[in-house]
């Protein structure tokens, strides 16, 4: 499988937008699900969203209402818009393809691609 890969990230300031894209090589084919993760400097990995094979779509409560995720099956991608940003929002954020098989698993996680939300 070619790398996962994220990109889109950047610096706002509260209120502001961003919109992340993540590169998920197979996942369309190989009917993967994709999820994007956080993790702000000293803290765990959570879970922000998901989107599965049939197109349904999950949410952490933290962003519910400000984020949504969508794909486009035609590039492989899938895409995290970001609205209303807080300071909290700020990490690195990751995308992962996620699935039952092997061709959804192997080498499925992206390096992250880097938020900052200043006051």
């Known amino acids: 499988q070619e790398e996962v890969m994220e990109s889109g990230g950047g610096s706002v300031q509260a209120g502001g937008s961003l919109r992340l894209s993540c590169r998920a090589p197979g996942y369309t084919s190989n009917n993967c699900g994709v999820d994007w993760y956080r993790q702000a400097a000293g803290k765990s990995r959570e879970w922000v969203s998901s989107?599965?094979?049939?197109?349904?779509?999950s949410y952490a409560s933290s962003v519910k209402g400000r984020f949504t995720i969508s794909k486009d099956p035609n590039e492989d991608a899938v895409y995290l818009q970001m609205d209303n940003l807080k300071p909290e929002d700020s990490a690195l954020y990751s995308c992962k393809r996620t699935g039952s098989t092997w061709a959804c698993e192997y080498n499925a996680w992206g390096p992250g691609t880097e938020v900052s939300v200043s006051s």
């Open positions: 989107i599965r094979p049939d197109g349904s779509t």
